[in-house]
């Protein structure tokens, strides 16, 4: 059993346990085991600390020899957001295509190595899947993380997801609960608010997290979102109502719940971290995530301090920071044991290809005649979704290229986008990528600019396919992963 250092009081401990600080760099800094010597109890990995599957499975190995059983969590949705792949694009369509092929046990199988991936580099805890339903088209941050529109939907594929993730000895955190799908602000810059009834919201966004709790989903994710049906005052994560009331007393969820990033601006803009952490504690949450963009020791003090300092005050139960610290070391025994037990899954290194290529959908030729020269690349390319970052690559340029050599690419954006392809293109054929076409009306004007011009230009929509489908070829791979972009390329190339 893991020991403490000498002279940690249990509240310190309690205070400690309950955080789930990221860091930076791809070792552990002295800071960090120090404080997992004093009771930290989980670590958060991001793509800035990932180089490769050894050197992570190397740092996980360096955590452990401070604390056996510590959990280590990740932000792993394959797809768009990937953490492991991070470089490179993801090996795994995302939850999208995953809904539009609409294949429980495909998305089964594809969790479970996804999950097999993560436990062979000691990873424990995975920050997905999300289980939002993608109501409102125009959502800037859930889109394609989305396995779609329906709630049945979304539902079967929330519990085949964490059913196969966890087959693998990997915890699931399902989120955002109570759903941001009917957003229409990201909750990484402001606060967000979903006005509908209780009816709606009880029938639509609760109904894939009632199918996770039913799948044994392991750990819940909290939203930073205001809704006013079940808390007319506090966002999600800081309503005892969301948390305690319905979570706990009416789904009935036993699990760990952890909270999203705390240093995004829904609640640093407007509580503060170290006020927020107080209050997603006492409102019923157990584990405080932070390190997206904070990571450092200083973070985890003021964290620790402000915990201890509302215990001491009176403000927050100790009990309640007693229950929500064992609740985390609860969570670290059934890692210990699901890992022993289900350490030698089958790999199945081919599961996520197969699955982008049947989650295509082709429109405007049912025999396409496949590309013979070398096009033009033209990717129309929004900004990021901060949740995805902008150091993942994108589109079909590179796929179509090992297919296709001498083709050239190119990215635009903004007004004049389609005009600056049309002249860099010149007399080749054209491959026009998008991404969310219709979110941003610059890319719709910059498609009918290519194609008045040039109707035999071939569309790839890499987002939500939305806006009408048009070109010679269209191609929805609803998502746009490294594998989404390699199974459109097979279709352009005739591969």
């Not at 092929?101 to 190595?113: G, K, P, S, Y």
């Not at 608010?193 to 709790?213: N, Q, Y």
């Not at 157990?286 to 005050?313: F, K, M």
């Amino acid at each position: 059993m893991t020991t403490f250092a000498s002279g940690t009081d249990t509240l310190t401990r309690d205070a400690l346990t309950v955080l789930q600080p990221g860091f930076t760099g791809t070792t552990a800094p002295d800071w960090l085991l120090r404080r997992l010597g004093e009771g930290l109890a989980s670590v958060g990995l991001f793509g800035r600390n990932i180089t490769s599957p050894d050197q992570l499975s190397a740092l996980t190995a360096q955590l452990r020899t401070e604390r056996d059983d510590v959990l280590v969590a990740i932000d792993e949705e394959g797809g768009d957001v990937t953490r492991l792949e991070v470089r490179t694009g993801s090996s795994f369509p995302g939850n999208h295509a995953l809904g539009a092929v609409d294949d429980v046990d495909l998305t089964r199988e594809v969790a479970c190595e996804l999950g097999r991936r993560l436990a062979a580099c000691g990873v424990n805890l995975n920050w997905a899947p999300s289980a939002d339903v993608n109501s409102n088209p125009d959502n800037p941050v859930i889109g394609v993380r989305s396995f779609g529109a329906s709630a049945d939907l979304v539902a079967r594929h929330t519990a085949a997801y964490v059913t196969g993730l966890q087959s693998a000895g990997v915890a699931a955190c399902t989120k955002h609960f109570p759903g941001h799908g009917d957003t229409a602000i990201d909750s990484h810059h402001a606060l967000p608010r979903i006005d509908v009834d209780l009816p709606v919201l009880m029938s639509r966004e609760l109904s894939p997290f009632r199918a996770a709790i039913a799948a044994g989903s392991r750990a819940m994710m909290s939203a930073h979102i205001l809704v006013p049906a079940l808390d007319s005052d506090h966002p999600a994560t800081l309503s005892h109502n969301v948390l305690t009331d319905l979570l706990r007393g009416e789904l009935g969820y036993d699990g760990l719940i952890v909270t999203d990033g705390m240093e995004m601006q829904a609640i640093a803009g407007t509580y503060g971290i170290e006020r927020g952490s107080v209050l997603a504690i006492a409102a019923g949450a157990d584990a405080i995530c932070v390190g997206g963009g904070l990571a450092d020791d200083e973070t985890v003090r003021r964290l620790r301090d402000a915990l201890v300092s509302a215990v001491r005050s009176g403000e927050l139960p100790e009990e309640r920071l007693a229950d929500a610290a064992e609740r985390v070391r609860s969570l670290a025994r059934w890692t210990a044991a699901a890992s022993a037990a289900d350490a030698e899954a089958e790999a199945d290194p081919e599961v996520g290809l197969r699955a982008a290529r049947r989650a295509l959908t082709l429109t405007g030729a049912d025999n396409p005649t496949p590309l013979t020269e070398p096009p033009y690349v033209a990717a129309f390319t929004p900004v990021a979704n901060f949740a995805v970052g902008d150091e993942t690559p994108w589109g079909v340029a590179a796929e179509v290229t090992r297919l296709l050599p001498g083709t050239e690419t190119g990215s635009f954006t903004g007004e004049g986008a389609g005009m600056a392809a049309l002249a860099a293109a010149g007399r080749r054929r054209i491959v026009a990528v998008v991404r969310d076409e219709h979110r941003h009306p610059w890319m719709t004007a910059a498609l009918d600019s290519v194609l008045r011009s040039r109707p035999d230009t071939i569309v790839v929509e890499m987002g939500v396919p939305q806006a009408p489908a048009r070109g010679a070829l269209h191609i929805a791979t609803h998502g746009a992963a490294r594998v989404c972009g390699r199974a459109a390329a097979e279709v352009i190339a005739g591969e």
